[in-house]
């Protein structure tokens, strides 16, 4: 054998030197010649290592046997990941339900709906009208389909109680548009839509179940719909929902001459969804679509004094509506939440590293080179961090049992939202990241100790704790994430509180409501009319009643609609300065009933007919911006020009919230029940409000009864109490609310974990040092001083970041704030307070303990 | 397909192949490493290489099982070289290692059809 070196150098030399003078005789430069060399020398060398499967298996099973000797130290780690990346997860699941995945419908991506702008301001984006759906379906080429669909309500009976069940009349080419076909018989014809053949209806599959026992059977029968018996011709499958889950059949929707009249092109009354065709993209349909609407003025003047065109929207962000901020913002807490678990994470496996550097040192010596200890501590952060984001799965799987429970009906796609594959891939690709984030830093501290400095030191360290960048570094961020997390918390919290102190502007206190849709069918306006009095004088008899009235729209229903109306003795010039509020229809005695001040004036009362003169009540909105320098009382509204019948403003009543506590009020305008605008009317759907002597529900009931004697074939629908009506218009922001109060307390939790953690290390790492200090005479309240001064530096410096931070993000907040502005001083100063003063007990606790240290045992262990 | 040839070459050569051409090549004369290297490349039509990081290990490692003996040898004019040459334990290797490769070959042949060059 040749000795080592110097035979083996000279032999290899021999041979590199042979090589290269072979080389250079072939032709190769100098330059070409080395390079072949160094590639022959490194052929073997190159070879990847580090992914050849035996080594990374190697590491697994040594990084498993690693976590079972320190389980303590396992379980803390997994906990904190579990929960940060299930709390990912479950948001994430809601975001990929609700935003992400395609809407349930064949190509979803190619559907849009088409809303209407009369150019005029508030009426820029309106449903269609017949006439106008009409002229899109048969001359426009962009599309493959168009369907026009308008929701409302049935009365469903024979078959048990009467119902009133939410429905949609829909265009038969709905059904094909959405590439979906009925379970049991058919979807609608074209035919059908013909006027005197609509007489057929579709079920969805909750009411053939509920309602007919799900026998297919039913299929061909007749079923009577607002007294008007119709013949099922079809089912539709469970998966099927349109527009939502609501609604329960469809009719088809019958346009007779009279719709597509000119007459009836300014009721815009229909939602028209179209599929793009296949190749073309959104902007070339609008195109297409505004050469069809650039013709409309010149063709309908009368319609569109100001011009129309139209706009198209992805149907998906159409469901999805103005939920998507919410959730982003959620998923954004909640992801700095898994940021402070992941900082927490990183200290403890620095402060791991550290009592590992034995092992690691002993390593190196025997050859493990700086890469592939590396290698071999992040296999260990990544292992912990995938069995982390595994257990998180299945806190996931729980939460979103717990997150679709808990949230409002007012998030659309809820039934979709589930663990799918995407959350699991998000998932696995969350940990996977996380165990890198986290591992890198001690990976890397850890690689570089030397054998004699870790031999040379004993059994203390100072490579990590307080004293080392890193740890100071996550801490330090750690304060800065939790307080933009605790800030918006916060500033939702404070919202919230300013919400529940408005005054809807009526009592609401036992206040039962319910819908009551007596079909036209059935009812002239006059048969209608009578029935209310009837019923009205037969309630109030009741021990359990103490008022009762009834509105067209009432406030928190989610029902309402404006109208044009002309002020007597005022010219409008431009028809887009026409006044246009919303109007509601009222029975006498309402304000009085609900509890809404008469400002001025009076209210309506029983003489206010058709054969006396009518009369309208406004509210304050309306008066103060319509009439600012006068009174409203005596002036007079009419709805019509070219007839004028006038109405004679008679009162002026206090404002309601209509839509939402947070929504500003809107200017209304009452007219009497009795005193219909036009000629001929027809009978409306109307919200009957029953104050309760003291129980609602016992009032509900008392309505019920006398409704059933006067007739059993009418069901009442919507039925709540007021408050519920306000608790349901504040439950998507509870909800938003509470669930970044939860990850706010987690990330204060966890960064005051981080804080103490940091803190206690350094104390017990100091021992001896703060053992000696004390022998040589320092205070016991400097020691203390010393101890806390540290973390505080950290948290003080943290605050500072994260109030820079959070007056950053402020601005994504602020459409989810009511009354509380994004920087509102309050929240900014009380919230670091909070902060500092639970950084203070965290450090606390280990400063109690190091001022407690005994010097002479310090010593003696030396 | 090239690549392929060489990643199952490569694969036989670690095998043990490796050991007989080393031994085949010193039978009848002492040769230095750089020149066993040469001859491989050359004799193969440059389908085998022997790369310096897996020639000189291959090397020591024949001669620590006694197989080869490296002897240092100055010829007029040139510097030093390592020469290696085979000893008798190593001859007796070579021919059993003959044999079994030849019937390996024949063998390998009567089951796919490839006619024995």
């Given at each position: 054998?040749?000795?080592?070196?110097?035979?083996?150098?000279?032999?290899l030399?021999?041979h590199l030197?042979?090589?290269?003078?072979d080389?250079r005789?072939?032709?190769?430069?100098?330059?070409?010649a080395?390079?072949?060399?160094?590639d022959?020398v490194?052929?073997?060398?190159?070879?990847?290592?580090?992914?050849r499967?035996?080594?990374?298996?190697?590491?697994v099973?040594y990084?498993?046997?690693?976590?079972?000797?320190n389980?303590?130290?396992a379980?803390?780690?997994?906990?904190?990941?579990?929960?940060?990346?299930?709390?990912n997860?479950?948001?994430?699941?809601?975001?990929n339900?609700?935003?992400?995945?395609?809407l349930?419908?064949?190509?979803?991506?190619?559907?849009?709906v088409?809303?209407?702008d009369?150019?005029?301001?508030?009426?820029?984006e309106?449903?269609?009208?017949?006439?106008?759906f009409?002229?899109?379906?048969?001359?426009?080429?962009?599309?493959?389909?168009?369907?026009?669909?308008?929701?409302?309500g049935?009365?469903?009976?024979?078959?048990?109680?009467p119902?009133r069940v939410?429905?949609?009349?829909?265009?038969a080419?709905?059904?094909?548009?959405?590439?979906a076909?009925a379970?049991?018989g058919?979807?609608?014809?074209?035919?059908?839509?013909?006027?005197?053949?609509?007489?057929?209806?579709?079920?969805s599959?909750?009411?053939?179940r509920?309602?007919?026992?799900?026998?297919p059977?039913?299929?061909g029968?007749s079923?009577?719909l607002?007294?008007?018996?119709?013949?099922?011709?079809?089912?539709?499958?469970?998966?099927?929902?349109?527009?939502?889950?609501?609604?329960?059949l469809?009719?088809?929707m019958?346009?007779d001459?009279?719709?597509?009249?000119d007459?009836?092109?300014?009721?815009?009354?229909?939602?028209?969804i179209?599929?793009?065709?296949?190749?073309?993209t959104?902007?070339?349909?609008h195109?297409?679509?505004?050469?069809?609407?650039?013709?409309?003025?010149?063709?309908?003047?009368d319609?569109y004094?100001s011009?129309?065109?139209?706009r198209?929207r992805?149907?998906?962000?159409?469901?999805?509506?103005?939920?998507?901020?919410?959730?982003?913002v959620?998923?954004?807490a909640?992801?700095?939440?898994?940021?402070i678990?992941?900082?927490?994470?990183?200290?403890?496996?620095?402060a791991r590293?550290a009592?590992?550097?034995?092992?690691?040192?002993?390593r190196?010596?025997?050859?493990?080179s700086?890469?592939?200890?590396i290698?071999?501590?992040?296999t260990?952060?990544v292992?912990?961090?995938?069995?982390?984001?595994v257990?998180?799965l299945?806190?996931?799987?729980w939460?979103?049992?717990l997150?679709?429970?808990?949230?409002?009906?007012?998030?659309p796609?809820?039934?979709?939202?589930?663990?799918?594959?995407?959350?699991?891939?998000f998932?696995?690709?969350?940990s996977?990241?996380?165990?890198?984030l986290f591992?890198?830093a001690p990976?890397?501290?850890?690689?570089?100790?030397?054998?004699?400095?870790?031999?040379?030191?004993?059994?203390?360290?100072?490579?990590?704790?307080?004293r080392?960048?890193?740890?100071?570094?996550l801490?330090?961020?750690?304060?800065?994430l939790s307080?933009?997390?605790?800030?918006?918390?916060?500033?939702l919290?404070?919202?919230?509180?300013?919400?529940q102190?408005v005054q809807?502007?009526?009592?609401?206190s036992n206040?039962?409501t319910?819908?009551?849709?007596?079909?036209?069918s059935?009812?002239s306006?006059?048969?209608?009319d009578?029935?209310?009095?009837?019923?009205?004088?037969r309630?109030r008899?009741?021990?359990?009643?103490?008022?009762?009235?009834?509105?067209?729209?009432?406030?928190?229903?989610?029902?309402?609609?404006?109208?044009?109306?002309?002020?007597?003795?005022?010219?409008?010039?431009r028809?887009?300065?026409?006044?246009?509020?919303?109007?509601?229809?009222v029975?006498?005695?309402?304000?009085?009933?609900?509890?809404?001040?008469?400002?001025?004036?009076?209210e309506?009362?029983?003489?206010?007919?058709?054969a006396?003169?009518?009369v309208?009540v406004?509210?304050?909105a309306?008066?103060?911006k319509?009439?600012?320098?006068?009174?409203?009382?005596?002036?007079?509204?009419?709805?019509?020009?070219?007839?004028p019948?006038?109405?004679?403003?008679?009162g002026?009543?206090?404002?309601?919230?209509?839509r939402?506590?947070?929504?500003?009020?809107?200017?209304?305008?009452?007219?009497?029940?009795?005193?219909?605008?036009f000629?001929?009317?027809?009978?409306?759907?109307?919200?009957?409000?029953v104050?309760?002597?003291?129980?609602?529900?016992?009032?509900?009931?008392?309505?019920?009864?006398?409704?059933?004697?006067?007739?059993p074939?009418?069901?009442?629908?919507?039925?709540?109490?007021?408050?519920?009506r306000?608790?349901?218009s504040?439950?998507?922001?509870r909800?938003?609310t509470v669930l970044?109060a939860?990850?706010?307390?987690?990330?204060?939790?966890?960064?005051?974990?981080?804080?103490?953690g940091?803190?206690?290390?350094?104390?017990?790492?100091?021992?001896?040092?703060?053992?000696?200090?004390?022998?040589?005479?320092?205070?016991?309240?400097?020691?203390?001083?010393?101890?806390?001064?540290?973390g505080?530096?950290?948290t003080i410096?943290?605050?500072?970041?994260?109030?820079?931070?959070?007056?950053?993000l402020?601005?994504?907040?602020?459409?989810?704030?009511?009354?509380?502005s994004?920087v509102?001083?309050?929240t900014?100063?009380?919230i670091?307070?909070?902060l500092?003063?639970?950084?203070?007990?965290?450090?606390y606790?280990?400063?109690?303990?190091?001022?407690?240290?005994?010097?002479?045992?310090?010593l003696?262990?030396? | 397909?090239?690549?392929m040839?060489?990643r199952?070459?490569d694969?036989?050569?670690?095998?043990?192949?490796?050991?007989?051409?080393?031994?085949?090549?010193?039978?009848?004369?002492?040769?230095?490493?750089y020149?066993?290297s040469?001859?491989?490349e050359?004799?193969?039509?440059?389908?085998?290489?022997?790369?310096?990081?897996?020639?000189?290990?291959?090397?020591y490692?024949?001669?620590?099982?006694?197989?080869i003996?490296?002897r240092w040898?100055e010829?007029a004019?040139?510097?030093?070289?390592?020469?290696?040459?085979l000893?008798?334990?190593?001859?007796?290797?070579?021919?059993?290692?003959?044999?079994?490769w030849r019937?390996?070959v024949?063998?390998?042949?009567?089951?796919t059809?490839?006619?024995?060059?």
């Open positions: 054998m040749p000795e080592w070196p110097d035979d083996v150098a000279e032999e030399r021999q030197d042979d090589q290269y003078r080389l005789a072939a032709g190769a430069s100098h330059d070409d080395l390079r072949a060399m160094a022959d490194n052929a073997v060398r190159s070879r990847p290592s580090g992914l499967p035996e080594l990374i298996a190697a590491d099973r990084a498993f046997r690693t976590l079972r000797r389980p303590g130290f379980i803390v780690v997994l906990l904190t990941l579990a929960l940060g990346i299930g709390a997860a479950a948001i994430f699941s809601v975001v339900g609700v935003l992400l995945r395609p349930p419908y064949h190509d979803a991506d190619r559907l849009v088409i809303w209407g009369l150019h005029r301001p508030g009426v820029n309106i449903p269609t009208s017949a006439g106008e009409v002229d899109y379906r048969d001359r426009t080429h962009a599309f493959e389909q168009l369907a026009a669909y308008d929701t409302l049935f009365n469903l009976t024979g078959n048990g109680e119902e939410e429905g949609a009349a829909v265009t080419s709905l059904f094909s548009l959405l590439g076909s379970q049991v058919r979807t609608l014809l074209r035919e059908e839509e013909e006027p005197g053949r609509g007489s057929v209806v579709m079920l599959h909750t009411l053939w509920r309602r007919f026992n799900a026998n059977a039913i299929v029968r079923v009577l607002d007294g008007r018996p119709v013949q099922v011709v079809g089912v539709m499958p469970a998966s099927f929902q349109f527009p939502d889950h609501t609604i329960e469809w009719t088809p019958v346009f001459a009279e719709a597509v009249s007459n009836n092109r300014g009721s815009h009354g229909y939602t028209v179209a599929r793009i065709k296949a190749g073309l959104r902007e070339q349909a195109a297409d679509l505004a050469g069809v609407t650039s013709t409309f003025k010149a063709e309908h003047p319609n004094r011009g129309f065109s139209a198209l992805p149907l998906q962000d159409e469901v999805v509506g103005d939920t998507g901020r919410p959730l982003l959620l998923l954004g909640v992801a700095l939440v898994l940021l678990a992941c900082s927490n994470v990183a200290n403890l496996l620095l590293a009592s590992r550097r034995k092992e690691i040192a002993l190196t010596a025997l050859g493990a700086r890469g592939r200890l290698r071999q501590l992040l260990e952060s292992l912990v961090s995938l069995i982390g984001g257990i998180g299945v806190i996931a799987a939460g979103v049992q997150l679709i429970a808990a949230a409002p009906d007012s998030i796609r809820l039934q979709e939202v589930g663990v799918d594959r995407r959350v699991a891939l998932t696995m690709f969350v996977f990241a996380c165990g890198l591992g890198l990976a890397r501290r850890a690689s570089r100790l030397s054998l004699n400095d870790a031999l040379k030191e004993g059994g203390r360290s100072s490579a990590v704790g307080t080392g960048p890193v740890g100071r570094v801490v330090v961020s750690e304060v800065a307080l933009v997390v605790l800030v918006a918390a916060g500033l919290i404070r919202s919230f509180a300013r919400l102190d809807p502007g009526f009592d609401s206040l039962a319910f819908r009551l849709s007596l079909p036209p059935r009812y306006f006059e048969q209608g009578r029935f209310f009095d009837e019923l009205f004088a309630v008899s009741s021990p359990d009643v103490s008022g009762v009235a009834a509105t067209s729209a009432l406030p928190f229903s989610g029902t309402g609609g404006g109208r044009t109306f002309h002020i007597e003795g005022r010219r409008v010039e028809p887009q300065d026409q006044p246009e509020e919303q109007i509601r229809f029975t006498d005695g309402y304000f009085t009933m609900m509890g809404i001040p008469i400002i001025s004036g009076r309506f009362s029983r003489r206010d007919t058709l006396g003169v009518r309208a406004v509210n304050d309306l008066a103060r319509h009439w600012p320098h006068e009174s409203a009382i005596g002036k007079r509204v009419s709805f019509s020009e070219r007839d019948q006038w109405y004679e403003i008679v002026v009543v206090g404002d309601v919230k209509h939402g506590l947070d929504v500003a009020d809107r200017a209304e305008l009452y007219i009497p029940h009795r005193q219909p605008l000629s001929g009317p027809t009978v409306r759907p109307m919200y009957l409000a104050r309760a002597s003291s129980d609602p529900f016992a009032a509900v009931a008392a309505v019920r009864r006398e409704l059933r004697r006067l007739d074939n009418q069901p009442v629908s919507d039925v709540r109490t007021m408050d519920e306000i608790g349901r504040l439950s998507s922001r909800f938003s970044l939860v990850f706010a307390s987690l990330a204060l939790a966890l960064a005051a974990l981080g804080i103490y940091i803190v206690a290390y350094s104390v017990t790492e100091r021992t001896h040092e703060i053992g000696v200090r004390i022998a040589l005479g320092a205070q016991r309240r400097d020691v203390m001083a010393m101890v806390v001064g540290q505080m530096t950290m410096v943290g605050t500072a970041i994260g109030v820079a931070a959070s007056a950053a402020a601005r994504l907040m602020s459409s989810l704030l009511f009354g509380v994004a509102d001083p309050a900014f100063v009380a670091p307070l909070l500092i003063a639970v950084a203070l007990a965290a450090c606790v280990p400063a109690r303990r190091a001022m407690r240290v005994d010097p002479l045992q310090t003696r262990s030396e | 397909m090239q690549y040839k060489n199952m070459l694969r036989e050569l670690k095998k043990g192949s490796a050991e007989l051409l080393i031994l085949s090549l010193l039978e009848d004369q002492p040769r230095h490493g020149d066993l040469k001859l491989i050359a004799r193969s039509g440059g389908v085998l290489t022997f790369r310096v990081a897996s020639l000189y290990p291959l090397l490692r024949l001669e620590k099982r006694g197989w003996l490296g040898i010829k004019g040139q510097r030093r070289r390592r020469y290696y040459r000893t008798p334990v190593g001859a007796n290797v070579l021919a059993s290692q003959r044999d079994t019937e390996f024949l063998a390998i042949s009567r089951v059809g490839v006619e024995h060059a």
